[in-house]
């Protein structure tokens, strides 16, 4: 199978008998059968049920799960309208409640790696403690229900604590990587106006230690309302540090002998803020509610992820990630999450892999990037580790082209699924993503998720099978954003996920939902290339582009520039010992041409350094067609949002002096 071609839609895994027999999902159609009277053929005639009679399947995912609440909701779903849909109105939950149902002696809570340290296990009774004595000092603190609490923390055990701390009083939480710049925190930050900060004095990142405690005080300064500062010595040291500013050391909140109480919230109380990627001005708080998580959680990490209790789910990320969110989920359905810090490639790409053989890793969530490095540097992880826990990873950040696919299944493990999952920020899950019951599909995505009405809509707001078309949820969601901060007429909501159909949510995401179930993104709608009336997504090149050897990263965009001219430039990252001499390109551009179109041969090929990416990893096609035709740079990208801003030099004086 290595050396044969994939193409879109082939199919390269199918459940087994066994697998089907012990999905989670095989479970819950047997619970509606026998406390519901509900009998479905299979996983198509679920979804349509799910998302079309929303009251049933989010109140038989309530009871499945035991959803704690002290007191009743009086009805499921007040209205259907988006935005504004009212969510199980009259209970009363706790997001840290339900991820205590799980405590157990059994197993670890959770595992915790650092680059250069060991896999260490931590137990329930000792997250319990520590977030007992860490929720009783907050409330001495002064903190109460809907106060803003903050984290500019690396991905380590102590700032797990404090969110379910903050959670269990009813605070809102919000976090930071310190990797971001003290500018693009406090842009962050300062718009919730906080009560507490959590901060690190410093972290360690490719085996290098960087000191934060300049940047803490900076944005202490900036941020007025902060009543206290606690500072985590993370490195060891005086653990007096940030003392003058007034700062509690973590140690200070630890060694109460208290036991947890939860504060009883109703279902539509925020739990949380996290901000999109803000590539331009200020990034958008979107505020999510303690029930909407909790129940999109149980529901995508039981059902989606297929995470059985004692399963260690593994999905890189930082805390300025939504993943972060997503990943530490995993403690409401009884998993063992590990929180990794540090560079995923120090000292090399091997490294995840290494832990995924230490820990007994079964299930194993990364990027389409991190898939695409691997692939480059020849890894063959399968082979040179003992993965044989595995039992699923997940793929994320960026559409997977069919070749990733391919190589998930020659070089790591045969017999997994992949599954390969959109949505992110804006609902802290996934509209669309993978099912245990289903076939993999080279470069496809497995299925429209349960209770999400996800559709591909043309320009009439019709749905569409086998068309492209922008990728629309018809019908609300418990976990989409309660609003935006600072937006209280919701202007800024509506014209961010309703300006296109005022009635639907449009992602801004080319889709294609095919006639066999599965889906495929193909970037995004609003860096849409428009050749000769033909609308392209960037999707489609980078699969193809990805094949090259020669090539080790790629940026297509379109755009029109002072005279109206429009111009589809291809910037490539060579690899290395390449170089984009006249032989080179004509093969790029006949690649091209013939596994896409004539249309798709770009009107020129530059080569660069990087790829501008956001600290996430998403290419920032959109900030560089606004500086491509004309826009200011300041106005077009927030630097401080880019993993490499130094990128953006080379597209400034591009645009100075354009080739054409």
């Not at 300064?221 to 973590?250: E, F, H, I, N």
Request: with cysteine; net charge negative.
């Amino acid at each position: 199978m290595a050396d044969e071609k994939v193409n879109e839609g082939d199919i390269l895994w199918r459940p087994s008998e066994s697998v089907i027999k012990h999905a989670n999902l095989t479970a819950f159609m047997a619970w509606l059968e026998r406390e519901k009277g509900l009998s479905f053929a299979g996983y198509p005639e679920l979804w349509e049920w799910s998302s079309t009679q929303l009251e049933d399947f989010w109140e038989a995912v309530w009871q499945y799960f035991q959803v704690q609440s002290s007191q009743p909701y009086h009805k499921v779903l007040s209205q259907r309208e988006m935005p504004g849909a009212r969510w199980f109105q009259g209970s009363r939950v706790n997001y840290t409640q339900q991820v205590f149902t799980k405590m157990t002696d059994q197993r670890p809570a959770f595992m915790f790696k650092c680059e250069d340290g060991p896999l260490q296990p931590v137990s329930w009774q000792e997250l319990y403690d520590q977030v007992a004595s860490v929720a009783a000092s907050l409330r001495q603190m002064g903190v109460e229900p809907g106060d803003r609490v903050v984290a500019f923390m690396p991905n380590i055990p102590q700032t797990l604590v404090a969110f379910l701390a903050c959670a269990s009083l009813g605070a809102v939480w919000s976090s930071c990587s310190p990797d971001f710049a003290s500018r693009s925190v406090v842009d962050r930050f300062s718009q919730i106006e906080p009560k507490v900060l959590f901060a690190v004095d410093a972290y360690i990142y490719g085996g290098k230690i960087f000191d934060t405690k300049d940047a803490v005080a900076e944005m202490t300064r900036a941020m007025p309302t902060l009543k206290q500062v606690v500072m985590v010595s993370y490195l060891g040291g005086d653990r007096q540090t940030g003392a003058g500013m007034g700062a509690l050391a973590w140690e200070d909140l630890l060694g109460r002998d208290e036991p947890l109480s939860y504060e009883q919230v109703p279902f539509n109380h925020p739990i949380w803020v996290v901000y999109s990627s803000g590539t331009t001005g200020k990034p958008k708080g979107l505020v999510h509610s303690q029930g909407g998580v909790m129940l999109e959680f149980l529901k995508f990490h039981s059902f989606h992820l297929d995470l059985h209790p004692n399963d260690v789910f593994f999905w890189f990320s930082t805390t300025g990630w939504v993943m972060w969110n997503i990943v530490q989920g995993g403690l409401l359905v009884g998993a063992v999450p590990i929180l990794y810090d540090g560079n995923p490639a120090y000292p090399d790409m091997t490294t995840l892999w290494k832990m995924a053989a230490e820990a007994r890793l079964n299930f194993f969530g990364t990027s389409a990037a991190f898939i695409g490095a691997c692939m480059q540097q020849g890894l063959r992880p399968g082979t040179e580790y003992d993965l044989s826990s595995l039992r699923a990873m997940g793929s994320t950040g960026s559409p997977l082209s069919p070749e990733g696919f391919k190589w998930v299944y020659d070089e790591v493990a045969g017999d997994i699924i992949l599954g390969s999952t959109s949505g992110g920020t804006d609902i802290s899950s996934g509209f669309l993503g993978a099912c245990a019951l289903l076939p993999v599909r080279a470069g496809q995505l497995q299925c429209r998720c349960l209770g999400v009405r996800a559709e591909a809509w043309d320009e009439q707001g019709r749905a569409v099978i086998d068309q492209v078309g922008e990728l629309v949820i018809s019908q609300p969601m418990p976990s989409m954003p309660l609003y935006l901060w600072n937006d209280p007429d919701g202007k800024r909501y509506l014209e961010s996920y309703f300006s296109v159909y005022p009635k639907a949510w449009c992602h801004g995401d080319w889709v294609r939902m095919t006639s066999d179930g599965g889906c495929v993104i193909l970037g995004r709608s609003d860096s849409t290339l428009n050749r000769q009336g033909v609308r392209m997504g960037s999707a489609d090149f980078y699969n193809v582009l990805d094949d090259l050897p020669e090539l080790s990263d790629s940026l297509i965009v379109g755009y029109t520039d002072a005279k109206g001219q429009y111009h589809m430039p291809l910037f490539v990252v060579l690899a290395r010992g390449c170089a984009l001499d006249q032989e080179l390109t004509k093969r790029i551009n006949s690649t091209l041409r013939s596994s896409l179109s004539p249309r798709h041969v770009p009107d020129g090929v530059f080569a660069i350094d990087e790829v501008p990416r956001t600290i996430n990893q998403k290419k920032l096609e959109v900030p560089v067609i606004k500086i491509l035709s004309g826009v200011p740079v300041e106005q077009a990208v927030n630097i401080d949002s880019m993993s490499n801003p130094e990128s953006i030099a080379f597209f400034r004086q591009f645009a100075a002096d354009p080739p054409w």
